[in-house]
């Protein structure tokens, strides 16, 4: 069973265009997020949702948009994609108890042409 | 804000040797420092943590040091081995809302 699974792997589109990556965990966590991994593998946290409340969003363009329909889903909506966005991004989920261990996705690879 | 730095970069060793990682973080209210390994494909997966309350840890062939008063804390990995390989990542936290601050990451190779 995956615990925390992304929806698509791969994302390829052009420069313009909106897209959605989609994340649910089944591992009763009421924390998510998202990390984006540059293309020289830095890891930089985006947003963070507890219980579906927003309770980190670092410096990002409000072209990010994440929604949490539920404290199991976190969803990362993108819209006039640039070339620089082209990364990784990973969803993550954590118990809420201080400190506790991220559990992150397999990734889902944005590459804007 | 927080900033990690980690040494080195890319780091290769034979089979059974030890590996050593290092880090050195900024923020002395820093209380949380994860290990992460990342395969090819993958996520990053927590190997092993450290709170600072506690100066060393290990588990198996894996053990992380800490010296709150340099601000750096370590990875070692001992008998290496092919699957070893991998990206490191070390990482600090001040809070508990899991906003880790993570190193640039050191690539393993653990050649036979």
């Known amino acids: 069973d995956t615990a925390v699974s992304q929806t698509p792997k791969y994302l390829v589109t052009q420069m313009g265009n909106d897209k959605s990556i989609k994340c649910e965990q089944n591992l009763g966590h009421d924390t998510m997020y998202w990390y984006k991994q540059d293309s020289k593998k830095f890891l930089k946290i985006m947003f963070s949702?507890?219980?579906?409340?927003?309770?980190i969003n670092e410096t990002v363009p409000n072209r990010f948009s994440p929604k949490s329909p539920d404290k199991a889903h976190l969803n990362l909506h993108i819209n006039s994609l640039e070339l620089g966005d082209s990364a990784v991004y990973f969803c993550?989920?954590?118990?809420?108890?201080?400190?506790?261990?991220?559990?992150f996705g397999n990734g889902t690879r944005l590459t804007v042409t | 804000g927080e900033n990690v730095e980690q040494h080195p970069s890319t780091l290769s060793v034979q089979e059974g040797d030890s590996a050593v990682i290092k880090c050195t973080y900024s923020d002395s209210a820093s209380n949380y420092f994860p290990w992460y390994k990342q395969e090819l494909g993958k996520g990053p997966q927590l190997i092993i943590d450290i709170r600072s309350n506690v100066g060393e840890k290990k588990d198996q062939r894996i053990a992380v040091t800490l010296n709150k008063t340099a601000k750096h804390f370590s990875l070692h990995i001992t008998e290496t081995q092919p699957e070893d390989s991998a990206v490191y990542f070390c990482?600090?936290?001040?809070?508990?809302?899991?906003?880790?601050?993570f190193g640039a990451g050191t690539q393993v190779v653990v050649t036979p």
């Open positions: 993550a989920s954590s118990q809420v108890t201080p400190n506790s261990p991220l559990h």
């Open positions: 990482a600090a936290s001040t809070d508990s809302w899991g906003k880790l601050q």
């Open positions: 949702y507890n219980n579906k409340e927003l309770i």
